[in-house]
C-alpha cells in the first residue's frame, strides 16, 4: 500500500470518528407525550349543605335531564369535586342553590384555569374573589323584583316568587347572554359569557310555566354542546283520556278534521273505564272495557288509519272501587294517591298502598292483555295518567320489555340520584325536545298543556290562545317541540285554532314517534 493510500484511509476514518462523536452528542427526539382523550358527557355538580341542602338533588336532576338530549350525563355533589375533572367532561353544570356552599379550590382552579362551566345561582363570589374571572366583577344578592326576562328579543315570564338572584359587574371580555328587566325597566345582565364561564344570575329551574325563563336555559345548551344545531320547530298533538266510555263518533270527527289537514297525532288510551258510585249516570255503577266496547275500538281503528298513533295511559286511569280522589276513570290518578283539600286544591298522598315494582308491570301486563283481547296491539309508548307516579313505578316502566318511551312531563322526587328516592320532595318538569331522563326512559315533550274552559281544582282556564302565545315564545328555543294535548269532548271547538295558530307561527306538525 503506496503512502499516499495509507494517509487517505486515515483521513477518511478521521471523517467518520467526528460524524459518529457528531451523532452520539446531539439529543434524542423527545418521546411524544401520552394523548389525552377527549373530554366526554357533561357533569352536574350540585349544592347539599344547608336547610335546604336536599333541593340540590332535584336541581341537579332536572339540569341532567335537559343535558341528556345532548350527552350522557353524570352528577356528584360539588364538595367531592376532584382536580381535573371538569377537563374530562364537555361541559361541568354547576348549580348554586346553598349560599356560600365551600367550594374546593380545585374546582375553582379548573374553572379559571378555562374548563367549559355553565354555572348556575350563588356562590360565583367566590370565584371572583378567589380567582378572578376576566370580564366579571363584583357579585351581590339582589332583592329586586324581577318578572320579565330578555333572551334573543323575547321577553320570558319569571314568577317573582323565585326570589333573589345574583348582581353581577361584567367588564371587557364578558358579553351579555340575557337581561333581567328591574322594576324602574332598567336592564340587568341575567345571563353572561366570559371566556369558557358562561353564568346565569339564578337557578332557573323553580317556579317553572311554558313561557318561563327555563326556556333560556334549555336553549343556551345548544351554545354549550351543539352550536350548530339549525333552526327547527316541530309540534305535536295528543287526543287526551280516551277509554271505553268515549264517544267513537267524537273520535272520527276529530280524526278526519286532523287527517285532512295533513297533521298526524297521538291518542292517549286506557283499558278500563270504572265508575262504581254512578256519578255520571244516575247512581248505577258503570264498568265498561275496550273488549266490550267495539264501536270504541273501531274508532280507534279509524284514527290509526287516518294518522293517529296509540299510545298507553296506564291500566284504568284510576284505582278500580276507591275514590282517588274522584272515584272515576280519567279523572282519578292511578299510580300515586291523591286527595282534594277544602279549598279544591288536588294534593299528592304518596304511593298507592301495594307499590312494587311488580304492582306497577302488573297494571302494564293488564292493560296489555285487555288491549289484545280488543283486537289491538299494545303500544310500546307509555303516559302515566296525571303524569304521577312512584319513583319505582317509573324504574318499573323504564325497565319493562317492550316499551321504549314516555309521552308526558316527569315527576322527579329527592333521593334519586343515590337510589333512595323517598318522595318528601318532587318536582315536575317537561322538556321543550326529547331527553332520556333520570329513570332511563326517552320522554317524548309536552310543553303546552292543554284547553281547559273553566277553572278546576288548582288549575285555571286556559284557552287555544294562551296555547298559542306559549308556542310562540318556546320559539326561542332553537330546535324545540311544541306539543299540547286535546280531550275528545270538546269536539272542534278550539282544535282547528289551535293547530291553525301553531302552524301560521312556522311549527311543523310531526308523529311523536319520528322524535325517537
Not at 264517544?247 to 287527517?259: E, G, H, V
Not at 302488573?362 to 296525571?386: C, K, M, V, Y
Not at 281547559?452 to 328555543?477: C, E, W, Y
Request: net charge negative; aromatic share 10%.
Amino acid at each position: 500500500m503506496g503512502r499516499r493510500e495509507v494517509v487517505v484511509r486515515r483521513l477518511c476514518a478521521a471523517i467518520l470518528a467526528l460524524v459518529l462523536v457528531a451523532a452520539c452528542s446531539q439529543p434524542s427526539a423527545p418521546k411524544p407525550k401520552p394523548s389525552l382523550p377527549p373530554p366526554t358527557g357533561v357533569l352536574v355538580l350540585y349544592d347539599t349543605t344547608g336547610e335546604f341542602g336536599s333541593l340540590g338533588e332535584l336541581y341537579a336532576v332536572q339540569a341532567g335531564n335537559l343535558a341528556s338530549h345532548f350527552d350522557k350525563w353524570e352528577a356528584q355533589p360539588v364538595t367531592r369535586y376532584t382536580p381535573g375533572s371538569a377537563a374530562r367532561h364537555r361541559l361541568t353544570i354547576y348549580i348554586g342553590s346553598t349560599y356560600d356552599e365551600p367550594l374546593p379550590d380545585a374546582f375553582l382552579a379548573d374553572v379559571a384555569a378555562g374548563a367549559a362551566v355553565l354555572w348556575m345561582g350563588a356562590n360565583i363570589w367566590q370565584l371572583i374573589e378567589k380567582r378572578g374571572v376576566a370580564g366579571l366583577q363584583k357579585a351581590a344578592i339582589d332583592e329586586s323584583a324581577v318578572t320579565t326576562i330578555r333572551y334573543h328579543g323575547t321577553e320570558l315570564t319569571r314568577n317573582a316568587a323565585a326570589g333573589a338572584m345574583v348582581r353581577v359587574g361584567t367588564a371587557q371580555g364578558a358579553v351579555t347572554l340575557a337581561d333581567a328587566v328591574l322594576p324602574d325597566g332598567g336592564v340587568a345582565p341575567y345571563a353572561v359569557r366570559a371566556g369558557a364561564l358562561t353564568y346565569v344570575t339564578e337557578v332557573p329551574l323553580t317556579y317553572v310555566t311554558f313561557d318561563d325563563r327555563y326556556l333560556m336555559l334549555a336553549d343556551l345548551l345548544f351554545d354549550l354542546l351543539e352550536p350548530g344545531a339549525p333552526q327547527r320547530h316541530r309540534a305535536l298533538v295528543r287526543i287526551e283520556d280516551v277509554g271505553p266510555h268515549s264517544d267513537p263518533a267524537q273520535l272520527r270527527t276529530i280524526a278526519d278534521f286532523l287527517s285532512a289537514r295533513g297533521v298526524p297525532f297521538s291518542v292517549a288510551v286506557f283499558a278500563v273505564y270504572d265508575d262504581a258510585a254512578g256519578v255520571y249516570s244516575g247512581g248505577v255503577p258503570v264498568h265498561r272495557t275496550l273488549s266490550g266496547t267495539p264501536a270504541v275500538v273501531d274508532a280507534l281503528r279509524y284514527m290509526v288509519g287516518h294518522g293517529g298513533t296509540l299510545l298507553m295511559h296506564g291500566y284504568t286511569h284510576g284505582l278500580l272501587g276507591a275514590k282517588n280522589p274522584y272515584g272515576v276513570s280519567a279523572e282519578d290518578y292511578e299510580f300515586y294517591r291523591a286527595h282534594v283539600d277544602p279549598d279544591g286544591t288536588v294534593a299528592l298522598d304518596g304511593p298507592v298502598p301495594d307499590d312494587s315494582a311488580e304492582w306497577a308491570l302488573g297494571r302494564l301486563a293488564a292493560a296489555r292483555q285487555e288491549w289484545t283481547a280488543a283486537g289491538l296491539t299494545p303500544s310500546d309508548i307509555w303516559e302515566f295518567p296525571h303524569y304521577t307516579a312512584s319513583a319505582v313505578d317509573y324504574r318499573a316502566i323504564a325497565t319493562a320489555p317492550g316499551i321504549r318511551a314516555r309521552y308526558e312531563q316527569g315527576l322527579y322526587f329527592s333521593g334519586i340520584l343515590s337510589g333512595t328516592a323517598t318522595g318528601s320532595r318532587s318536582v315536575s318538569q317537561f322538556f321543550p325536545y326529547l331527553v332520556d331522563d333520570a329513570y332511563g326512559t326517552p320522554v317524548i315533550p309536552e310543553t303546552l298543556g292543554n284547553v281547559a274552559t273553566q277553572r278546576f281544582n288548582q288549575h285555571g282556564v286556559r284557552l287555544a290562545p294562551d296555547l298559542i302565545a306559549s308556542a310562540k315564545r318556546q320559539l326561542v328555543v332553537r330546535d324545540n317541540v311544541a306539543s299540547f294535548f286535546y280531550h275528545p269532548f270538546l269536539g272542534l271547538q278550539y282544535l282547528p285554532e289551535l293547530v291553525e295558530g301553531i302552524q301560521q307561527l312556522g311549527y311543523t306538525f310531526v308523529p311523536a314517534t319520528s322524535l325517537l
